[in-house]
């Protein structure tokens, strides 16, 4: 079994990332200081270390010579709350494997894990760990927003391309799934402070009780439990971009705070008199409907103007079935590296069945549902065999969009509603009413419909 050590001096947040890797079958130890590691490592092999940069008797630079004169093939991840890029690459060239910057979800580390496992070392920014995507050290982020090809597809590129250079806030909204965190992660690589971090936030995830802890962060005795200090996510994402996902979950308390923050450009942390300044680009996202949550007064319209700056809607994958196959193409490539799998591609009875499907539950589905099918797959294709039920069933006629033409009597009244929701746009229109130009032209002839 791989055998993994942590070491890490914040012991909330070391005891959640262990319980994490155990779940996924791994052996894990944890310990909460240099002087225990170096004698960990006396006792044992890992395969893997992970170690915080700053402890509380030594550096996680010096854990890492340490285990790489031991033993070169060791992995190592540092991590750090600090996020320095002088640090960053001082540890890339004493052999860390990455560098990653804390807080981070314990999802989010698990492909670097992986990847340090299987030994596919980064350790240039622009060295790619696939043909779709690329790591960089100074921030421990990846890279995998594929564009696409279709026309909405285009036009959130277009967006993302236009406001990444700027340092305007930005608002991303869009379904469950839709990939809006890869989209703030684009606007981030493409943006001049791509070399700093990149700090995502579940809003949703946070205790109430918490919160601005969490964003602000305290000292050490500040209240129970507080027993060392701790950075918070704006100090942590500081010359970088911070992306609060879930944004309309922030109680109304909180809601004040952050405006004051982004105002003034200081925080506070709990427990202290001194202001810290922070220069941070914020970037949030929702599937709620803010202008509305702002209309009940559920959320603060000071704040809602000032994050929504600019904002960009990210399609729905039922949206941009032109896609389809490039986001299952490029899944099935990360789940056969994860998987240690080589499947070459999908038959066409599953390819229909895909295209069939409405995917309500958009790329985070479709991701999911490629990486099972990878898994069970026997053969070089996935065959419909090995679909969920729902997508294997479905059939053009029920999971189409809701226009349905030729099977309904309101026939002039779908075309219209369509080159409506298309903006006359005749290409657009005969796309939502699953038929080709040519067809359409005959039926506005038919029903003698002029744009």
Same mark, same amino acid.
């Given at each position: ?16 990332? =262990? ?22 490592? =006396? ?49 890339? =060239? ?333 290409? =657009? ?23």
């Amino acid at each position: 079994m791989t055998k993994i050590l942590i070491v890490e001096d914040d012991v909330p947040f070391g005891t959640m990332l =262990k319980t994490f890797l155990i779940k996924r079958d791994y052996e894990v130890e944890l310990v909460f200081s240099g002087a225990e590691a170096f004698k960990k490592l =006396k006792e044992n092999s890992f395969n893997l270390i992970l170690s915080d940069v700053r402890l509380p008797d030594t550096s996680g630079l010096d854990i890492l010579k340490e285990v790489k004169a031991e033993n070169a093939d060791t992995q190592v991840i540092i991590m750090t709350s600090y996020a320095e890029i002088s640090m960053a690459v001082e540890a890339m =060239k004493i052999g860390a494997f990455d560098y990653v910057s804390k807080p981070f979800r314990p999802e989010s580390i698990l492909q670097t894990i992986e990847n340090a496992l299987t030994h596919t070392q980064v350790q240039q920014p622009s060295a790619p760990t696939q043909a779709k995507k690329t790591q960089k050290p100074a921030s421990g982020q990846e890279t995998s927003f594929v564009k696409g090809v279709s026309e909405a597809a285009i036009k959130l590129s277009d967006y993302i391309e236009l406001v990444a250079p700027t340092n305007m806030s930005v608002l991303i909204m869009g379904e469950s799934g839709t990939g809006k965190e890869q989209v703030a992660k684009s606007i981030h690589q493409q943006s001049k402070r791509a070399g700093a971090p990149f700090i995502a936030v579940d809003c949703g995830a946070i205790p109430r009780e918490l919160a601005s802890s969490e964003f602000f962060g305290h000292l050490k005795g500040s209240f129970t439990g507080a027993i060392n200090d701790k950075t918070g996510h704006f100090e942590a994402a500081n010359g970088g971009t911070l992306f609060l996902d879930e944004i309309g979950n922030l109680s109304y308390e909180l809601q004040v705070q952050l405006l004051r923050a982004l105002q003034e450009r200081k925080i506070k942390p709990v427990g202290s008199n001194n202001e810290i300044q922070v220069d941070i680009r914020v970037i949030t996202a929702t599937n709620e409907d803010l202008a509305q949550a702002v209309k009940d007064g559920e959320f603060r319209e000071d704040l809602y103007h000032r994050l929504n700056e600019f904002s960009i809607k990210v399609p729905a994958l039922k949206e941009r079935k032109e896609d389809l196959m490039l986001f299952a193409e490029y899944f099935l490539d990360e789940a056969n590296t994860e998987l240690e799998k080589n499947v070459i591609g999908f038959t066409e009875s599953a390819i229909e069945a895909f295209k069939n499907y409405n995917w309500p539950g958009n790329l985070r589905e479709l991701k999911n549902m490629v990486k099972r099918a990878a898994l069970l797959t026997q053969d070089e294709m996935i065959p419909l065999k090995v679909l969920p039920h729902e997508i294997a069933t479905a059939t053009h006629s029920n999971t189409e969009t809701e226009y349905g033409l030729f099977k309904n009597k309101n026939e002039e009244q779908l075309i219209l509603d369509a080159l409506e929701k298309a903006g006359g746009n005749k290409s =657009k229109a005969a796309r939502l009413l699953s038929i080709d130009r040519k067809t359409l032209y005959n039926k506005l002839k038919q029903y003698d419909i002029k744009l």
